[in-house]
């Protein structure tokens, strides 16, 4: 092509570009090829349009008949018990307590929910939110009458444990660990570290004990005794919340068993901590007898965009990788988040 005012040849540019595009869509189209035959990619791609609402909807697991119209609801506790929203790779999940007081409040509202079914995979958490799971389920039972069975996945210790307490029955699957009735308040002590790099804390304060558990200086011998005497109360309700659910228990075997240990499913039976060890399925079938129901339908509650064909379908597996007790974020090391009390078994955390 020739440029009129110039009289010089201008190459034209739209050609070299399509030409570019042209051979990397079909560099692309033949690597995905390449991958579709190898069985590296799926061989066909799905788009499924979701409903943008957050509410929770009914999803039937199983059906012993389609005419079944009595349900068993099955609510899932699982991951790092907190109040607030789990931290998700791609941004924030849900509140857990929220989320469980919304499960139990559709459980409540629906007639035909003859009974709930609390299943448990958790190594604990925050004080008070495993205090307000366990309030919750207290409230619904008091509400409605309708029986909560606890049922331990891999793990249901400490505050999954607490929160156990509030059912009616108690039972684990034969390779659950449970147990680790206790306290944790885990504290950081980067002060040697940061002296090596030529970083020194210097805090004012209002009062002597205002940066108690400060990750930037040594403890006070008065300063761990101040935590220990919280730690300590946190550790009689605890107490107080397991003699209340394990009636056959006295204060004196409670108070030995409860020395923060794990145990497991046939020690946690033999010493009164649970009621049986079954799995899910002799769960559902009991509670078909003991409420004179002949078919039942198991369902749960769930947000738009999840699936799940029937009660195996999620039972989430507990992930050290949730507890996250000491975030070395460069941020978080120079403004430290408030220091939590823990009904947690964290072996790692130390």
């Given at each position: 092509m020739t440029d009129p005012v110039t009289n010089m040849e201008v190459r034209d540019l739209k050609t070299p570009i399509?030409?570019?595009?042209?051979?990397?869509?079909?560099?692309?189209?033949?690597?995905?090829?390449?991958?579709?035959?190898?069985?590296?990619?799926?061989?066909?791609?799905?788009?499924?349009?979701?409903?943008?609402?957050?509410?929770?909807?009914?999803?039937?697991?199983?059906?012993d008949s389609f005419f079944a119209s009595s349900k068993i609801a099955l609510?899932?506790?699982?991951?790092?018990?907190?109040?607030?929203s789990v931290t998700k790779f791609l941004g924030a999940g849900d509140n857990p307590v929220s989320t469980l007081l919304e499960?139990?409040?559709?459980?409540?509202?629906?007639g035909n929910v003859k009974a709930v079914i609390l299943r448990i995979n958790s190594p604990g958490g925050t004080v008070v939110a495993s205090e307000l799971m366990h309030d919750e389920i207290m409230y619904f039972k008091k509400k409605t009458g309708k029986p909560v069975i606890a049922v331990m996945m891999d793990v249901a210790a400490s505050g999954g444990y607490y929160i156990a307490c509030?059912?009616?029955?108690?039972?684990?699957?034969?390779?659950?660990?449970?147990?680790?009735?206790?306290?944790?308040?885990?504290?950081?002590n980067v002060a040697g570290t940061l002296e090596m790099i030529g970083v020194k804390s210097d805090a004012i304060t209002s009062g002597k004990h205002k940066d108690s558990g400060s990750p930037f200086r040594t403890m006070r011998p008065e300063e761990r005794d101040l935590f220990q005497g919280i730690i300590n109360d946190m550790y009689e309700r605890f107490l107080d919340v397991v003699e209340a659910g394990?009636?056959?228990?006295?204060e004196q075997t409670i108070r030995k068993l409860a020395d923060g240990r794990v145990y497991t499913a046939g020690q946690a039976l033999e010493h009164g901590l649970i009621d049986r060890i079954a799995s899910l399925r002799t769960v559902?079938?009991?509670l078909k007898e003991q409420l004179d129901i002949t078919n039942v339908r198991v369902v749960t509650y769930?947000?738009?965009?999840?699936?799940?064909?029937?009660?195996?379908?999620?039972?989430?597996?507990?992930?050290?990788?949730?507890v996250n007790?000491?975030?070395?974020?460069?941020?978080?090391?120079?403004?430290?988040?408030?220091?939590?009390?823990?009904?947690?078994?964290?072996?790692g955390a130390n």
């Open positions: 399509e030409e570019a595009r042209r051979t990397a869509s079909f560099a692309f189209l033949l690597l995905a090829l390449t991958f579709m035959a190898s069985g590296c990619l799926p061989t066909s791609f799905l788009i499924t349009p979701v409903s943008g609402s957050r509410h929770l909807v009914e999803t039937e697991l199983s059906s609510i899932d506790v699982s991951g790092t018990i907190q109040n607030g499960q139990l409040d559709k459980a409540r509202k629906d509030a059912c009616d029955e108690i039972v684990a699957q034969k390779s659950t660990v449970t147990g680790s009735i206790g306290v944790i308040m885990q504290l950081v394990r009636p056959k228990l006295d559902i079938d009991g769930m947000r738009t965009h999840e699936y799940r064909p029937n009660y195996y379908a999620q039972a989430p597996v507990y992930s050290s990788n949730q007790l000491m975030n070395l974020d460069i941020k978080d090391a120079l403004t430290p988040s408030a220091p939590s009390f823990m009904y947690l078994w964290a072996p």
